[in-house]
């Protein structure tokens, strides 16, 4: 018996894989979806508007091509499968239809024959409950790809209720009844419904972050919500309803109602008013208007209040009963009216189709266009849509009134009218008008136009300046009439732009209302203690204030730093001065422009005599007559080099000081070197303007910078080298009794022009800061007096 059990469910299992591997290759499967040509979240009002229109179109007896009689069954199964809530469910979960599903009902559900139960049998583990639980949410399983891609989408029209649970979950079996109950009404109130099986769907189960079965959360806009009380149908039911915004539905009485009515004008939408005797708003007009709510304002009229009487007296309403009207242009009388005690789904699903529109609303948005004026399709029948180009000025009221007065006689249903201002859509205006003429205001103006692709192609035709008198209502009924006999009488073709979004401004407002909800789920959540789930919120509240708190932190460090840096001691004298690690290399300057003090007696002695160990002063030598000029160049000259704190920058005037000057260079160890160019009887006529001295103060030494001609060179030497140079044909001068000869670079400096004797200070800069320059040493600085005598006795 024992082998019986065993051999017999694996021989069932072989025999139902194999036909279903046949089904699945017997042919391409039927997409009901595709077939009619509607979405996935289409009514069945709309599905079955457009199975009367494509069977009339399609049915062989009036269709002659060759492919008609397929396409007319291919229809007739779509929408057999579409029209069935059973099978259109299958479907959309499956992607199977009975033709290719005739052996399967789904992963869940164990194979059954009579009282034999595969999954019973072979394990003998007596699960029924288990199994029928399982058999029952097969029909609501979800997977990550589904969910995504339908789901999440369809959560913009109706709320979700997803449960999540797993094969062994035993509290998943008590909350079985209260949740079976709670889907059949949710279910006809039009409310979706999901079951998560973790074992199976690990990775939807962490999308949706639920860690523990069971679990019930609700989707709504793409938001995820989680239910935290105790399973029971009213809290279920209140749940569902708190899922929905708050602001969908307005109160209506008879202080409000013309308010109400008359704002279509505004939010350009019908307006649609329910009437009931229940104190609150129904879950099911609540859902409704969630469906809606981009094409519709909804309002409700409590018939129990004293404040309703006049609005109930004044549209004659019955208090038996639940009343739902709607309002478009005319406020006065209801555009459509439904009337029913047991109001359903079915049925104002239907009744908010036919009337999502105005008679002739403003085009304010591309969706707008897309849905009022569709692009034509092969399967479908042509579409022109009749636009009315005009200004929201008083002066044109009276031909907009007229335009609405004729789109509400229409009956056609292949015209829409619709009208746009030409100050808000100006891109779409300038390519339909006829008139180009941008210096007067130009008159309204009517077009009929029909697109052909997504892109924007159009076919269009201007009919006439309108001004809302009877031969333009005639005219362009004259048109019409012609353009269902002849469509080529649209002679013009363009590639319309996009509409701009009028309604843009309002996201402020939408953004307002968003964080209010994001912040009442945030406080929901701390409150029930849903720190699973508030985790990567706080993680990242954290790690932003840390990362700002360290930023700053080391911000104030290093500002501090900068300000309080020690001063350099004298053991780093030496670097300082064979290499400064303040060069301009290494710190830039900070001002923009160079500070340059007079060597005076009162400086003398801060400046030179006790300067700090490891600061240089660079100090230009100049005259009255050339102070202006070389004082440019210099600074010009020295600017990268400020960025140092170990240099000083000064200046020497020789028509005060020029004692000193021949003090000092007399007093250095190797003045023959320095007087190597110069005649000995012109040493004390000699001309130090443009000379610039580098003097160590702490360590009684300097360099010596001396004009030298910027010229081209013959030999490639530099002014260092030529001192050397002219050193050693000194000394040999000196053994032969024959005076040395100057040389060229030496005598070009007495003819230098005072612009160019700074030419090199740059250069001479860098040597400087690498230490490679010659430095001469003093004994003692010499003393520095106010006014030389000679030049006094000069003077006089």
Same mark, same amino acid.
């Given at each position: ?24 290759h017997a042919g391409p499967e039927l997409d009901p979806y595709q077939t009619l040509g509607v979405t996935r979240s289409a ?8 199975? #009367? ?36 469910? /299958? ?53 990550? /790809? ?63 972050? =639920? ?5 019930? @959360? ?46 279509w004008h505004e939010v350009n939408k019908p307006h649609v008013l329910l009437f009931d005797q229940v104190p609150v708003v ?33 549209? %004659? ?25 047991? $109001? ?9 189709? /036919? ?74 205006? %300038?390519?339909? $008008? ?34 809302? &008198? ?14 269902? #006999? ?47 789930? $508030? $985790?990567? @919120? ?28 020690? #001063? ?44 700090? *160990? ?38 020497? /005037?020789?028509?005060?000081? &020029? ?35 580098a003097l160590n103060g702490h360590k009684k030494y300097f360099c010596l910078f001396k004009p030298v001609y910027t010229g ?6 530099? *002014?260092?080298?030529?001192? =050397? ?17 100057? &040389? ?41 007096? #106010?006014?030389?005598? &000679? ?6």
């Open positions: 018996m024992a082998e019986i059990k065993m051999s017999l469910p694996l021989a069932v299992m072989v025999v139902i894989y194999v036909l279903e591997l046949g089904a699945t009514s069945q009002a709309e599905i079955k508007n457009v199975y #009367k229109r494509l069977a009339r179109e399609w049915h062989p007896d009036k269709n002659k091509n060759p492919g008609s009689e397929d396409m007319f069954i291919k229809i007739t199964k779509s929408y057999e499968i579409l029209s069935s809530k059973d099978k259109r469910a /299958n479907y959309d979960r499956y992607g199977q239809t009975d033709d290719t599903q005739p052996y399967g009902r789904g992963r869940y559900s164990g194979y059954r024959h009579d009282n034999f139960n595969f999954e019973e049998s072979f394990f003998n583990f007596p699960f029924n409950s288990k199994n029928q639980r399982d058999f029952s949410d097969s029909k609501y399983s979800l997977h990550f /790809n589904q969910y995504v891609n339908d789901v999440v989408p369809d959560s913009f029209r109706r709320p979700y209720l997803i449960k999540i649970t797993s094969d062994w979950c035993f509290n998943c079996i008590h909350i079985e009844p209260v949740w079976k109950e709670v889907v059949q009404e949710m279910e006809t109130l039009g409310v979706g419904v999901g079951v998560v099986d973790v074992g199976y769907e690990r990775r939807l189960a962490n999308h949706l972050g =639920a860690h523990r079965t069971p679990s019930i @959360l609700g989707v709504i806009n793409g938001k995820v919500t989680f239910f935290h009380y105790a399973v029971a149908k009213e809290h279920l039911r209140q749940f569902v309803e708190d899922l929905l915004p708050q602001r969908l539905v307005e109160w209506v009485s008879d202080k409000n109602n013309r308010q109400f009515l008359n704002s129904p879950l099911l007009y609540k859902l409704a208007a969630f469906a809606y709510k981009d094409y519709m304002q909804f309002g409700y009229v409590d018939q129990g209040l004293s404040e309703t009487v006049n609005l109930q007296r004044q549209f %004659n309403i019955n208090t038996y009963a639940p009343t739902m009207l709607v309002f478009k242009e005319n406020t006065e009388n209801p555009a459509d009216i439904i009337q029913t005690k047991g $109001m359903k789904k079915q049925i104002i699903d239907e009744f908010m189709s /036919n009337n999502k529109f105005l008679l002739a609303p403003r085009l304010v948005n591309q969706k707008l266009f897309d849905e009022l004026c569709p692009v034509k399709q092969f399967h479908r029948r042509r579409k022109y849509c009749v636009l009315l180009i005009t200004r929201d000025d008083e002066s044109f009221s009276s031909g907009n009134q007229a335009f609405l007065s004729f789109a509400s006689g229409n009956t056609k249903e292949v015209v829409r009218f619709a009208y746009v201002y030409q100050q808000l859509q100006q891109p779409l205006c %300038n390519i339909l $008008m006829s008139s180009k003429d941008s210096t007067q205001t130009p008159p309204p103006q009517v077009v009929i136009l029909e697109r052909r692709n997504a892109a924007g192609k159009a076919f269009f035709k201007p009919v006439t300046p309108w001004n809302g &008198s009877e031969e333009d209502k005639q005219l362009l009924v004259e048109e019409l009439e012609r353009l269902q #006999k002849d469509p080529s009488i649209l002679i013009h073709d363009a590639m319309l732009p996009e509409l701009n979004n009028e309604f843009a401004s309002m996201f402020v407002i939408q953004w307002i209302y968003a964080s209010y909800d994001y912040l009442s789920e945030v406080i929901d959540d701390i409150l029930h203690n849903n720190w699973r789930e $508030m $985790m990567p @919120l706080l993680s990242l509240i954290f790690s932003a204030l840390f990362i700002l708190f360290g930023t700053v932190v080391v911000q104030a460090f290093s500002d501090s730093s900068d300000e309080n840096s020690p #001063k350099p001691k004298a053991k780093d004298g030496s670097k300082t001065e064979n290499g400064s690690p303040d060069g301009p290399s290494s710190r830039p300057p900070k001002k923009n422009f160079v500070e340059v003090t007079e060597l005076t007696d009162i400086t003398y002695i801060s400046n030179l005599v006790r300067l700090r *160990p490891g600061h240089m002063n660079i100090v230009l030598v100049l005259t009255d007559a050339s102070k202006n000029l070389l004082l440019s160049k210099f600074a010009k000259e020295v600017y990268s080099f400020t960025g140092s704190l170990t240099l000083h920058f000064s200046f020497l /005037n020789t028509d005060k000081h &020029s004692e000193w000057m021949r003090t000092l260079l007399a007093s250095a160890q190797d003045a023959a070197q320095i007087y190597a160019c110069e005649d000995n009887e012109a040493n004390s006529n000699l001309d130090y303007t443009g000379y610039v001295l081209e060179d013959p030999d490639g030497k530099t *002014p260092e080298d030529e001192s =050397a140079a002219s050193v050693r044909r000194s000394r040999a001068a000196s053994r032969d009794d024959h005076p040395p000869r100057k &040389s060229s670079r030496c005598r070009s400096t007495s003819t230098l022009q005072i612009h160019h004797k700074l030419d090199r200070l740059g250069l001479w800069m860098e040597r400087l800061m690498e230490g490679t320059l010659p430095r001469y040493y003093i004994p003692a600085w010499p003393g520095l007096h #106010k006014i030389t005598p &000679s030049k006094k006795m000069r003077a006089a």
